[in-house]
């Protein structure tokens, strides 16, 4: 079985963090700088949301708000889903499948440790699939 | 092997067009009315490129432009990459991985008839192995 801890070995704890008073264009400025598609918005320990690419492009752009004066705040998606670190990945995929969403943050005692997409727990249900096969073939 | 045929027979091959001289903002609304990522740019019957939210952020919030007064065709990525129906999807995969990108447009005696995107890619993989994995199991 893989787990969440597997895929943040992988990719890294790295998280991009803003403030719910950053502005839309700020924290774009953030993620194109980091190649990221999303920030998590935190006030001191607690998460209080993530603000990612398609909410620039829907509640942002395609909503007609002006990106340099709407505080993210106001266009996040709050509450955030979360796992924690020892969860199968596919409890996560079918979790952000059912959700229709792309991410998950991965919160242990209440602390944010990472951030995982479905991206990569599609990359980890596809290793663990090869190995199986490997294992089943050499049987 | 999964092909691309597999993937646009489960996805459909739905595909937003826009004209070049369309804004950021225009290209934003249509995707957002849509529910996808991204909107291809044709002129005629020619494939001029595709702008995704990615593009989006990067390309036009990020880099201070507005998006209001930007054309698509100022912005968006050209040429965009191409596949075509009988290819293997492991091989796109390999392609979307090494390019850094998340979207191929299906390509056949030089018409558009579709568009996949990596995680179309990921989950025809993972079908794919499934099917593996029952062979062996029952064999």
Redesign the interface.
């Known amino acids: 079985m893989a787990t969440v801890e597997d895929i943040l070995m992988i990719k890294g704890p790295d998280v991009i963090i803003a403030d719910p008073t950053n502005t ?2 700020e924290a ?2 953030m ?3 980091a190649n990221v ?1 999303s920030v998590i918005i935190r006030v001191g320990n607690e998460v209080k949301g993530i603000f990612t ?2 909410d ?3 509640r942002v ?4 708000k002006d ?1 340099v004066s709407t505080p993210i705040e106001e266009v996040m998606s709050s509450p955030i889903k979360s796992c924690r670190l020892g969860d199968d990945v596919k409890k996560c995929a079918k979790e952000l499948t059912e959700s229709h969403i792309r991410h998950l943050a991965v919160i242990e005692d209440g602390a944010l440790i990472g951030l995982i997409g ?2 990569d727990v ?2 980890a ?2 290793r663990s ?2 190995e ?2 490997h294992e ?2 050499t049987s």
Do not use: F, N, T, Y
């Open positions: 839309a264009s774009a400025k993620m194109a700088k598609g690419e398609r620039l492009l829907v752009i395609a909503a007609g990106p479905l991206r599609l990359v249900e596809l699939k090869d199986k096969i089943l073939e």
